[in-house]
């Protein structure tokens, strides 16, 4: 049976969903995407509830086993990422509220899951994301895209790790595992979440 | 007849809550303190959630007219900015569910409001807080004195500004008004309020 993640890159503008299952045998097949915001301009209170319907929607329709979302770094973006740290914020409380757990990942460790680099550009992603779905091109916008490859990775993290995996809670922890019988792309995942994990963020 | 504001300094560990009573000639009285959090260490989700059980109940029990909420700036305390910026997104969505205006403060503009100096220090603030509101003592923890301090400041922000300053939105709008007839901490508020705002803070 496969297990059914939503993936969620965070953002008022453009808050990319997608859901993803991945099977025990690591092929991952897209359900559905989509992409909910609001216009800049927009007072901040619209703009919030308007991601918090659309999340709840997404949640109640697709019912995933886990929720992966973007963590948020306050190094970076400063002119944005405040709204987007909110959003996040709204998007747990979502989940939280359907006892969903939620598995936080940096973009440097979906890079490294999907491309095989933690350096990869968003159009490698893009194209890696649409050859393991098996789709003619990246799910469009951008943002839809990159909640794929979202996704992907805590799916496949669960894959590579066991069950366990998949219940990785938005505390950051992570099941121990062997490093055994890994593919390059979990080598190098692994290496950028030790990476970020380091990395006082929160 | 008053004019119900629920202040609120939002944070994982300590969220503080009030509710003050502004009646059109600046008397305020406070109707109740609260805090709502959960340890360090808590799982983020379940923090969240705890933020959000916490202001729902609120929010139903005391019904206030506005919300008047601290902005949260990033480039302060960047170990837990982003936790804070969570919590205030929950709180905001929590109101605009209710269809109740949020106000964002700085702290700069809260205390200018309450002692008339922007670079008052807590222990001031505390004391101004506790003389507005005719308590024998600061409402305890800092957290709920500093939730005190932020209704006041919306609740004569809409006083010297007249009913509509209290339907200011989240967006940061602020309605038009004369300077004259002010008072010293009115004055010193909307210096801080027009330097705060030439800040690209979001």
Avoid: Y
Wanted: hydrophobic share 45%; charged share 20%.
């Amino acid at each position: 049976m496969p297990l059914r993640v939503v993936g969620v890159d965070p953002g008022l503008t453009r808050c990319g969903l997608a859901v993803v299952d991945v099977e025990p045998n690591r092929r991952a097949t897209l359900i559905d995407v989509s992409v909910v915001g609001t216009p800049p301009g927009t007072p901040l209170d619209q703009r919030l509830l308007a991601i918090a319907d659309g999340i709840d929607a997404w949640l109640d329709e697709h019912k995933p086993d886990v929720v992966a979302l973007e963590r948020v770094f306050s190094q970076l973006n400063v002119s944005t990422v405040m709204g987007t740290a909110q959003a996040s914020g709204v998007v747990i409380v979502a989940a939280a509220r359907r006892n969903i757990p939620v598995a936080l990942h940096t973009p440097t460790e979906v890079k490294a899951a999907v491309t095989g680099s933690g350096g990869a550009n968003k159009d490698a992603v893009g194209k890696m994301v649409a050859k393991i779905l098996r789709l003619d091109a990246p799910p469009s916008p951008a943002d839809a895209a990159d909640a794929a490859a979202l996704a992907i990775t805590h799916g496949w993290r669960g894959a590579a790790f066991g069950a366990a995996g998949a219940a990785a809670s938005a505390s950051g922890s992570r099941p121990a595992g062997g490093s055994s019988g890994l593919t390059p792309a979990q080598r190098a995942w692994i290496a950028a979440e030790a990476k970020a994990r380091s990395v006082k963020a929160r």
